[in-house]
């Protein structure tokens, strides 16, 4: 049995988990936010059998994809003054972790 935590996009979230439902994996979703862009991310937890960890992590694939954003950055221009310059940066996509479940129960 394996645990599977996957931290996703929140405006890929809905598109991941009815994918995963689709292909009957159970999920748990607990909204979080990043660190870096302080944006809304989803961290889903799906419990699943160590066979199906390659079908659940296509899923996952599926709907994840990186792209590119323009977001309001913070640039010292000298003299303690900032100018607020956009600057690209890369969201979507999804850090996925395996870990080994050594008991299960469906209470």
Do not use: H, W
């Not at 944006?39 to 059998?49: C, D, F, S, V, Y």
């Not at 659940?56 to 709907?63: E, G, L, R």
Request: proline share 2%; with cysteine; hydrophobic share 40%.
């Amino acid at each position: 049995m394996k645990l599977i935590t996957a931290i996703v996009n929140k405006e890929d979230s809905k598109a991941v988990c009815n994918e995963l439902l689709r292909n009957k994996f159970y999920v748990t979703r607990l909204a979080t936010t990043g660190g870096f862009l302080m944006a809304g991310n989803m961290t889903l937890m799906i419990g699943t059998e160590d066979e199906r960890v390659d079908d659940c992590i296509a899923c996952i694939s599926k709907c994840c994809k990186q792209r590119t954003e323009i977001v309001p950055g913070a640039a010292s221009i000298g003299l303690g003054l900032e100018s607020a310059m956009p600057i690209e940066v890369t969201v979507g996509g999804a850090t996925v972790f395996v870990t080994n479940v050594e008991r299960f129960e469906k209470l």
